[in-house]
């Protein structure tokens, strides 16, 4: 039997320290227990340690050391693209030298020389910048090369890290992205295909994700609020009318990179060719005049085609007694014969859009 004396008496100096010893041992193991729970439950747990490896080597390989990352900027890190690898500079992109002129004017200059615009508000470096135009034309490389010859960090985002996730961590992760590109600024966040995240708000949106659009504009606007802020959104998109109309205001610097013209073709082919085996009696402009609609992506797919002809040949004609010591040049034949081959992959590809789209 408990005396009622046992409750009412105050409880001694050592009893009350055991009770707070033991509160605490237990308040500890119930933590640990209910983070290991949902840790073990968590899906993403496993992208999430592999995310933070591949990190972890990146910012070792860009040289960025004490920077305290936090869980979600670890996981947007894994997105840097380690600019040993990236090889792409303005001499690697043909036909596009007025946006480039352009870029370098309003991008690059304020960041390679800040000082000179160290003043002026109005000089700064644009915070949002749009690329846009079909497919294949050379958007990506722009931004990179960019990236690369401002010295800029490289965050290539895609938008499927934002919005693959549980309720309320694309969120976190959206804030991350911002976080993680002012620490290591000056850097690009590269968006490619903003139109498919960044699109009209409609009322069919999923509320995370309409929640999530709001916060990524908030966040894009605080670096506004930071005159120093040397961090650059910038996004690509092959159809810039289905991007929402806040958004656009966001991205006032914009450059139309549009389907290569004739001469732009002749300079791509050129440089394409450059240091390839190429007959001395092949005519570009003959094969930028046969390739007209090709973009880019599509004339380097066709002088592929052509150099594998080229090899078929050569260890086609050979036999047992006189082997393939070296593959023959390019000539015009083939690639007369590539553009053919390109253009009917072309229309076979737009006729299946077309059954696509009427299905749908
Ligand atoms: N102007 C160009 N000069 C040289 N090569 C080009 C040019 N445009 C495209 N290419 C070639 O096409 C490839 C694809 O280009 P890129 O990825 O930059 O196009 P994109 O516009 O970003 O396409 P997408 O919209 O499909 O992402 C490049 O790797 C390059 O080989």
Redesign the pocket.
């Known amino acids: 039997m408990v005396h009622g004396e046992a409750f009412s008496r105050p409880l001694s100096r050592n009893e009350v320290v055991g009770l707070i010893f033991r509160l605490t041992i237990f308040g500890a193991v119930t933590y640990f227990t209910i983070k290991w729970m949902v840790d073990a439950i968590d899906p993403t747990r496993k992208q999430k340690v592999e995310a933070q490896k591949q990190a972890e080597k990146l910012m070792r390989q860009i040289g960025v050391k004490n920077v305290k990352l936090t869980e979600y900027e670890m996981s947007i890190a894994a997105h840097l693209v380690d600019p040993l690898s990236m090889l792409?500079t303005w001499s690697?992109?043909?036909?596009?030298d007025d946006v480039i002129t352009d870029l370098k004017d309003t991008v690059i200059l304020p960041i390679r020389k800040r000082y000179l615009f160290e003043n002026s508000r109005l000089l700064q470096p644009p915070k949002g910048v749009l690329?846009y135009?079909?497919?294949?034309?050379?958007?990506?490389?722009?931004?990179?090369a960019t990236a690369k010859e401002a010295g800029c960090r490289f965050i290539n985002l895609q938008p499927s890290t934002l919005t693959d996730k549980w309720y309320g961590e694309s969120q976190k992760l959206a804030a991350a992205v911002f976080s993680l590109a002012v620490k290591l600024q000056p850097s690009i966040i590269f968006i490619?295909?903003i139109d498919s995240f960044l699109r009209s708000r409609s009322s069919s949106d999923h509320e995370a994700t309409a929640m999530m659009k709001a916060q990524f504009m908030s966040l894009w606007d605080g670096l506004d609020t930071d005159f120093n802020c040397q961090v650059i959104v910038m996004g690509?998109?092959?159809r810039p009318q289905d991007l929402d109309t806040a958004i656009m205001r966001r991205m006032p610097t914009r450059f139309h990179?549009n389907q290569?013209s004739l001469k732009?073709r002749e300079?791509?082919l050129d440089?394409?060719l450059r240091n390839e085996s190429v007959d001395s009696h092949v005519d570009l402009m003959e094969i930028a005049r046969g390739s007209d609609g090709f973009?880019?992506?599509?004339?380097?797919e066709m002088c592929r085609d052509a150099a594998l002809l080229c090899v078929r040949d050569s260890v086609n004609n050979s036999s047992e007694e006189s082997p393939c010591e070296e593959i023959r040049p390019i000539h015009q034949q083939d690639l007369l014969r590539a553009i053919d081959k390109m253009k009917r992959s072309k229309s076979a590809t737009n006729q299946n859009v077309l059954m696509h789209v009427s299905l749908d």
């Open positions: 792409v690697d992109i043909a036909g596009l690329l135009g079909p497919p294949g034309c050379g958007k990506t490389m722009i931004a990179k490619d295909e690509a998109t092959n990179i290569p732009q300079a791509i440089l394409i973009s880019g992506s599509d004339l380097k």
